[in-house]
């Protein structure tokens, strides 16, 4: 497999594609705002759905209360444990904050393409009806000619006519 293939999925034959759908008619060109600002992702935070969970790994004690031998070592291996994995989390918390940083980074990049796409698309579409306005503008002249040319087989249909009138033809 190609790596142009890898790249776009097959989909390269596309690019050269020509006459396109009709961009749009003039009449629809407003954007949905809830589409432009849905989240990335339902999961994501935001005004419309903010998430204050938290994280608790044993109970609120709500009373004093004494602890036994038994559960005071417990309690003591269980606050190594949460030790280590805190470190650990904080590790994986760092590296998933870098990695969204890098997806937000490859995100803006992206968009910044398409916006150009999109802004180049409207230069090739002004081309375009440009070159529809030239083409419409010769018309006139077009048809002159085609006047002129249709005259001049009237007149040579009509001498040879007269010619072969003499000649007795």
């Avoid at 503008?137 to 002129?148: D, F, I, L, S």
Wanted: net charge positive; hydrophobic share 40%.
């Amino acid at each position: 497999m190609g790596l142009m293939t890898k790249l776009f999925g097959g989909k390269l034959a596309d690019s050269t594609e020509v006459g396109g759908q009709l961009a749009n008619d003039g009449t629809q060109h407003a954007l949905d705002k809830n589409k432009v600002l849905a989240n990335t992702n339902r999961a994501v935070p935001s005004p419309t759905n903010a998430d204050f969970s938290s994280i608790r790994s044993i109970p609120v004690i709500t009373a004093p209360r004494y602890f036994n031998k038994q559960e005071a070592q417990a309690l003591a291996i269980l606050a190594k444990q949460k030790a280590v994995m805190a470190d650990e989390a904080r590790k994986a918390y760092r590296s998933l904050r870098s990695i969204d940083s890098s997806d937000t980074q490859v995100h803006q990049v992206h968009r910044g393409y398409q916006s150009r796409l999109a802004k180049n698309e409207v230069h090739k579409l002004k081309a375009n009806a440009q070159l529809a306005k030239d083409l419409h503008n010769t018309r006139p002249a077009y048809n002159e000619m085609h006047q002129q040319v249709e005259s001049a087989n009237v007149a040579a249909v009509n001498a040879i006519a007269a010619i072969k009138q003499t000649y007795g033809g």
